[in-house]
């Protein structure tokens, strides 16, 4: 920025007058009064206007949707953008955003007519049409970002047929695929702003339609201002100032210090233990829902011993949820006996009706079954990344348990490594198990079965070779499954789907690739002062909707 239009001789002198001035200046406002706050909050308070400041340690890597696939990201794209579809709040009911009605969809399942809101524009004054919803979705697919599979694998086309009509033809039947649209990253993006090409992304600005404008992102903050021409309800606050905080520690000494109005993602069990116990004196809310997120063991099914499905299965019978939960997490989990969640009417808890919980007569039965005993134990070696304090207080504390239960027949050997090479070893094969979690892209069960089950080529006697099971280290294959998924993905009637996921989830608990352990909960803590604070499990924390008593 030029402030001053002077010549080369002319700024020198004006600087020397200038660095005095400063000088002086600062030795004034030094000797003033210090804000305080947490060691990585900004000045604002959190207090002292009708912004609300949001206190996080999640640091967005982009804000570019088309590339933008981590929670970090969904946070603020959320409120950013508007999508063609969103959910009704507390609920997996879609209803339209940008779309004016739920889809037309043809008989064979693969065109999808879209009606589109009018009067609506982008940030930039651009007005939205669906010429510009037809960029965003093409953006999205073509220009390569991490998310772009998502619509890549399955969109054959998309084009504007009217003007205010949207029509995507699919290359295959997808069932879920309006819950698609919903995700955080398919928001509309202004055709003046951005480019379709392959790496073309702009990680520092956005500029779509939704209810705030970005006007600042650095690495450690982030501003939103309300936009005046937005289309809906205007939000009750004035803007958004995120504060990216460098730990829990500091985020939670922001809470007690009243340094943030809301603070967000991360904080580990005992922090939210402390804040839950002092918030009556403390002077916050705290605001607690449950989460889609499910936490998981993955088994090798290619390495010894792990081929043999009683073992598999002999694991599933001796992990205790209910004790996980209650030692490691202090119960801020639920207990998982599906890998879809409890929150989905589709979901069925197998593996509690197959194996029970702790179950440590079966563990054992099932463990000399397979050969094994005390003086042949099977060694069984449980992975996590060094990250994660959680995960190696699970693996510690499934070690401890396996010792004083099963005698020596099992044995459990917790590994810790570094974050990047845990996840690039896992779809290498190298490791026998390992303890995961997994954040879905949209709110269908299927995001919870064909992305971790579903295998594109292998077969039985190899194990999957690509596809998804193998990316994800289980290396699980059967043709059933695949058969399965490919139908209930298909599938338009909810209740035939529904029997299709049963079907599913009774063959995930007797082949056992993977054991669900616990679906998250989420916490959030705000001030008192503060009305409309609500956790959603798919839109998370509704920024749009809270404000401040006057």
Known sequence: MNWFPLSVKQFRSFAKFFGLFCLCFVLVISCGKRPTGSPNASTNTGGSSDRLTVG????????????????AASNVLYSLGDRLYTYKLGTDQLEPQLATAL??????????????????????????????????????????????SLLSDLVESVKASGEYELTIKLKNAFAPFPSLLAYASLCAVSPKAYEIGIGKFTP????????????????????????????????????????????????????????VDIAYQSFDPDQIVGLQNRASSGGWQVIEAQSNVMNYMVLNTKQKPLDQPEVRQAIASMLNRKLINERVLRNQGEPAYSMIPKTFDVSKPVFEEGYGDGNITKAKELLTKAGFSKENPLKLEVWYS??????????????????????GILQIQPQAVESATFFANIRKGIYQSALLDWYPDFTDADN?????????????????????????????????????????????????????????QDLLAKDVPLIPLWQSKDYAFAKKGLQ???????????????????
Not at 209 to 229: A, H, M
Not at 468 to 488: V, W
């Open 56 to 71: 996080t340690t999640l640091k967005p890597r982009t804000l570019d949707p088309a590339d933008a696939y981590e929670l």
């Open 103 to 148: 889809p037309k969809i043809s008989p064979d399942g693969l065109t999808y007519t879209i009606p589109l809101r009018q009067g609506v524009v982008f940030h930039d004054d651009t007005p939205f049409n669906a010429a510009a919803m037809t960029f965003s979705l093409e953006r999205f697919i073509k220009n390569g970002g991490k998310p772009s």
């Open 204 to 259: 520092t600005k956005f500029v779509g339609t939704g209810p705030y404008k970005l006007v600042q992102f650095s690495p450690n903050s982030i501003r939103l201002d309300v936009f005046d021409k937005y289309w809906g309800k205007k939000p009750p606050n004035q803007g958004i100032d995120f504060e990216i905080l460098t730990s829990s520690a500091n985020l939670y000494n922001s809470v007690t210090t009243g340094a």
């Open 386 to 407: 060094s990250g994660s304090a959680i995960r190696q207080q699970i693996a510690s504390l499934l070690g401890e348990y396996a010792k004083q239960q099963l005698e």
């Open 448 to 504: 919870y079965i064909q992305p971790l089950l579903s295998c594109t080529k292998g077969s039985e006697a190899t194990g999957c070779e690509q596809g998804a099971s193998q990316s994800q280290g289980s290396f699980y294959y059967s043709d059933r499954m695949n058969k399965l998924i490919q139908q209930e993905r298909a599938e338009q009637n909810p209740q035939k789907r529904k029997q299709i996921f049963v079907e599913i």
């Open 532 to 550: 409309g604070v609500q956790l959603d499990p798919i839109l998370q924390l509704p920024l749009w909707q809270i404000g401040k008593n006057k």
